[in-house]
């Protein structure tokens, strides 16, 4: 897969942020796109689908498959956040973030295998920087994105003779994924370094078009260096994290928020 021009490409999360710009790029770039959301929409088209639902997702994913044609590639977008410390019994909040970007994008894949395999297409995760370098206080989403990396790898040892698999690693995105942790006073500002969607989306497209498929996709050279820390020296990555946690403590940043009042009280009580 060497270009889009006539590609048939299935996006999950298609009426998101992420799945308007990358829709629309796919598009541009000659590709035929249709998408699954929970908000379904006529131009684009994008069916509704419940991707929690077990049932309801092969048929989605049929339906897609038989307007197009076939299938070339398959990008797994969709995705929830919010705050989840890790010190607390999980509850909703959790449960559907491992549903949402862990589960969903399991069960879409699976359904979408077949046609897949017939065109010998790839299949893109967006996966987060938080899958390799996990922030406090939203373990949910941290685990579930590493989680879907190591299902993304081993999916690449059973298919992977036959169907490529990328990983694509964004960090954060102004869109309202990060609107019930702000609301929860646990903005990620000053934690993580806010970079432009249209980032994202050259990052997805130069994995779907490579002449073969990458592992793992930066979408920021501070991306790179960032996984490459956390790989080969996570003691180092830690001490950053602290450090940077440390400081916001200090400066009050997360006083407001109920969540973070362990995190506080055991920082002020050293």
């Excluded at 040892?157 to 929860?184: L, Q, R």
Aim: hydrophobic share 45%.
């Amino acid at each position: 897969m060497t270009g889009l021009t006539g590609r048939r490409v299935l996006v999950t999360g298609a009426s998101g942020t992420f799945g308007r710009h990358l829709g629309a790029a796919l598009r541009a770039g000659g590709a035929r796109v249709v998408g699954l959301d929970l908000h379904p929409a006529d131009d684009p088209p994008v069916l509704g689908c419940d991707l929690t639902d077990p049932a309801a997702v092969p048929a989605a994913v049929r339906s897609a498959v038989e307007r197009l044609g076939g299938l070339d590639l398959l990008i797994n977008n969709a995705g929830v956040g919010g705050p989840a410390p890790a010190e607390l019994p999980p509850d909703e909040v959790v449960r559907q973030q491992l549903e949402v970007n862990l589960l969903a994008a399991w069960r879409t894949t699976a359904a979408a295998l077949p046609p897949l395999v017939a065109a010998r297409g790839r299949v893109i995760f967006v996966s987060s920087r938080m899958a390799v370098l996990p922030l406090p206080l939203a373990a949910a989403y941290g685990v579930s994105k590493r989680a879907l990396v190591a299902y993304a790898d081993a999916l690449r040892h059973e298919v992977g003779t036959h169907v490529g698999v990328s990983v694509v690693y964004p960090s954060m995105v102004a869109s309202p994924i990060h609107d019930s942790t702000a609301a929860a006073g646990l903005s990620l500002r000053g934690v993580s370094r806010p970079e432009p969607v249209d980032g994202v989306v050259t990052a997805i497209l130069r994995a779907a078009t490579a002449r073969r498929a990458p592992r793992d996709v930066a979408t920021t050279r501070r991306g790179r260096l960032e996984m490459a820390v956390a790989r080969h020296a996570p003691a180092l990555a830690d001490r950053m994290v602290r450090r940077t946690l440390a400081a916001r403590l200090t400066a009050g940043d997360l006083d407001a928020a109920p969540l973070a009042a362990g995190m506080l009280r055991r920082h002020r009580g050293r």
